[in-house]
């Protein structure tokens, strides 16, 4: 049965009040929040099962096509993903136990709230099946509200109230099933069940690691109810139409093997812009999605071309515009995340540029002269930092937002003889950047493919 007086939590505070024990902020979360710096709850309030929930292959025996496409999606993959599991035993290392919570709390959350999840300093980690299976079935369709850090803060961290022995939670007002009960859900069709997770703030320092959801509430796209599953739960070439129209996806489906035939129907699909975890893992396919989403995602122009004004010097106008991300681009964990300009300049029949600006070294190093788009997180002491725990705030964010555009001017000295110059500009986009994973991936010979969203080229007759 479903319970929904969660006492023990509300009673707690207020005997700790009466006994004359002081509470400060920080206390006073860790009472409300039972698996704090996590946000994810029960009903109860406290620890679930283990046995509560059921495994996604099970589910996938009726909605076959849902565990499909979720099987090979980052979802299915959020708890075994290499760099996950090599960045969180170095959380552990520098920041201590609280960390093991905070984390596994997204990419483990019913492993959390079974308390059944562990990592060890060594970076070893112990974890049931279920609890391995990151964001599953089981997970998204027992969440019966969303829970706030306090009155007023902005959803994240894991702020999900879970019910997993109630009804399954779905979109529908007349589905019904009789291997398990279902109740409607207006949540399910709402940007906030994924904000939940798919914004991250720092549970002591308060800043805002990843603001996806907080970004595409402040878009057009929130104003005109084009939800993360409009774009995300679609195949990837639908995108651009649905950004550009604005009208919701109206796709036709088998919901179950058993016949039952809705419109809309959401294919599981969760692509976004990870190519090398999912090809590391064998998921081909759905790096393949990842590189189509990320190749329509923007848009480079090139103007505003003046060769050599007198003084040997080329100059131009390259614009950069975020035309059907929901968000800001990149978005994310987008202090580890890289998108950046590489822009040549070739002379005559010239095979080789007379001029870069955003290549890469022999290391795999972006050129420092490059212009980035990105969030730089600095921690502490004012130093530049990708590592969420150490993140003091943000310095700096040159991120474009939904349907903006950022334009670079480039001032390129050439040679004022010879043939006619040709300008090439490319965005360029690394799930992360070469050294994160030579340290934390650890495969020799292993390079991270780069994938190129957009170019435009210009000749330029002298
Ligand atoms: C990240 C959260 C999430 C995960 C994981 C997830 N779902 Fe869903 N599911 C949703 C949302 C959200 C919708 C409704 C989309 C809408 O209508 O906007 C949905 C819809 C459905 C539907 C209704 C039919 C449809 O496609 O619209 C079924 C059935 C379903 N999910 C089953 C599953 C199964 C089985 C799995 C595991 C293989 C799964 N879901 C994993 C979030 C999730
Ligand atoms: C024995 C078959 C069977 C199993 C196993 C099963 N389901 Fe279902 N489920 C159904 C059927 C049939 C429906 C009704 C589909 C419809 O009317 O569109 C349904 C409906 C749903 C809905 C409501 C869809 C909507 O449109 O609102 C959700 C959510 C859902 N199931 C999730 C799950 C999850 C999660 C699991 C695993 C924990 C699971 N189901 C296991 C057969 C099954
Ligand atoms: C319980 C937390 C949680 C919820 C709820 C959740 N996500 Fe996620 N999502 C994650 C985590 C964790 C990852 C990253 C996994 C990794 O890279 O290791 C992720 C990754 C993704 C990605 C990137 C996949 C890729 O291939 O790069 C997309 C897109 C995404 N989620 C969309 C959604 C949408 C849409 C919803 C709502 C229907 C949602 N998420 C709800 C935790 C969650
Ligand atoms: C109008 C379509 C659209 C909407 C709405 C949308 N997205 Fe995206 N999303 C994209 C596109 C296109 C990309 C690929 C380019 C990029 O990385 O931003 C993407 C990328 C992502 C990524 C991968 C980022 C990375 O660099 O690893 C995540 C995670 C994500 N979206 C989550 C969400 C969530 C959560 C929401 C809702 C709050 C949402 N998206 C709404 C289109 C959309
Ligand atoms: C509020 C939910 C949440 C919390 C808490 C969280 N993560 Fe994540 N994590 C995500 C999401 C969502 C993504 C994917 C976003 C994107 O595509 O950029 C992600 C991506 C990552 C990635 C990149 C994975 C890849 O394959 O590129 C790493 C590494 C990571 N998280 C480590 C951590 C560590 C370590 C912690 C704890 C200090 C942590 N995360 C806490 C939600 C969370």
Redesign the pocket.
């Known amino acids: 049965m479903f319970r929904t007086t969660p006492l023990p939590r509300l009673w707690l505070p207020l005997v700790l009040l009466l006994l004359g024990v002081p509470l400060a902020a920080s206390g006073q979360d860790e009472v409300l929040h039972h698996f704090y710096p996590?946000l994810i709850d029960s009903n109860t309030g406290g620890k679930l099962n283990l046995s509560d929930f059921t495994p996604a292959r099970q589910c996938g025996e009726c909605h076959d096509t849902m565990y499909r496409n979720w099987k090979v999606s980052?979802h299915a993959r959020a708890f075994d993903?290499p760099?996950?599991q090599a960045?969180?035993a170095e959380?552990l290392q520098q920041?201590g136990p609280d960390?093991e919570r905070?984390?596994a709390?997204?990419?483990s959350a019913i492993g959390t709230l079974a308390e059944f999840v562990w990592i060890r300093e060594s970076g070893q980690v112990i974890a049931d099946n279920i609890a391995a299976e990151g964001v599953t079935c089981d997970l998204c369709h027992s969440v019966v509200a969303v829970k706030l850090l306090r009155k007023g803060e902005i959803t994240?961290?894991?702020g999900l109230i879970l019910d997993p022995t109630g009804p399954k939670r779905g979109p529908s007002s007349d589905a019904s099933d009789v291997f398990h009960g279902v109740a409607e859900s207006k949540l399910h069709r709402s940007s906030d069940l994924c904000g939940?997770?798919?914004?991250?703030f720092h549970p002591v320092s308060h800043t805002r690691v990843?603001r996806?959801h907080q970004e595409w509430q402040q878009s057009i796209y929130a104003e005109n109810d084009i939800t993360c599953q409009d774009c995300h739960m679609v195949p990837p070439e639908l995108v651009p139409g649905i950004a550009h129209s604005l009208k919701k996806p109206a796709l036709p489906g088998a919901t179950s093997v058993f016949e039952t035939f809705r419109t809309p129907f959401y294919p599981h699909t969760f692509s976004?812009?990870?190519v090398p975890?999912p090809e590391l893992l064998g998921n081909a396919d759905h790096a393949a999605d990842a590189r189509t989403l990320l190749q329509q995602a923007a848009s480079v122009t090139i103007t505003d071309v003046e060769p050599d004004p007198g003084n040997g010097t080329l100059t131009f106008l390259v614009t950069v515009r975020n035309e059907h991300a929901g968000h800001n681009l990149p978005?994310?964990?987008?202090e580890?995340?890289q998108m950046w300009l590489d822009v040549r300049v070739f002379q005559g029949e010239g095979k080789e540029p007379v001029w870069r600006s955003g290549g890469l070294d022999e290391a795999g190093r972006i050129d420092p002269e490059a212009r980035l788009f990105r969030a730089l997180a600095v921690d502490a002491a004012g130093r530049p930092t990708w590592k969420?725990?150490e993140v003091e705030r943000i310095a700096e964010d040159t991120s474009i937002p939904a349907k903006q555009s950022a334009k670079v001017e480039y001032r390129v000295p050439v040679a004022a003889a010879g043939g006619p110059l040709r300008v090439e500009a490319t965005l360029r986009y690394r799930?992360?950047s070469q050294q994160i994973a030579d340290d934390y991936l650890k495969r020799d010979g292993y390079w991270v493919p780069v994938i190129a969203m957009a170019s435009a080229r210009v000749e330029v007759a002298r």
């Open positions: 996590s980052m993903d760099l996950f960045v969180w959380a920041a960390m905070l984390c709390g997204c990419h994240g961290n894991a939940a997770c798919h914004n991250i990843a996806t976004g812009a990870n975890i978005t994310g964990m987008n580890i995340r969420p725990w799930s992360f």
